[in-house]
């Protein structure tokens, strides 16, 4: 089957890829595009590991195609720091030890960077609610959870 030809946008960067017509875009961001910050966890939509977003909206990367990418705007994790300047998530999610093995993370930290772009100030339920689709064998959520609202005070200089 001939491959698909897409051109994309990913992390404000023009990106050309290549791509089978079933890959999905978890499978091309780490196996075409080397950005294994995605993770995969499930392939089916339930753990969140391989969150991403696309125009704005997230969205589970294991279903959603690569050739679904084309003309789009997609936002990974490797977008998220600054050069060396972490995100003020990621080193909150430090500061808090609220990682252990990490392959929930980069979809956590997607995730949340998007509550906090539309509500600067959630309420610990609405950080429960948001991230309820991101799940995580290792931390029992209270640690990230602490980080998420620790970000939101300190980006609103509280
Ligand atoms: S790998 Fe996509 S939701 Fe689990
Ligand atoms: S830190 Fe291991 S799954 Fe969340």
Redesign the pocket.
Known sequence: MPKIHVTTTINGDPTEFLCEPNQTLLDVLRDELNMTGSKEGCSTGDCGACTVTLDGRLVCSCLVLGAEAESREVETIEGMADGDALHPLQAKFLEHAA???????PG?LVAAKALLEQNDNPTETEVRYWLAGN?????GYDKIIRAVLDTAAEMRGA
Request: aromatic share 0%; with cysteine.
């Open positions: 990682l252990q093995c990490g392959i929930c993370t956590i799940l995580c064998r290792c931390t």
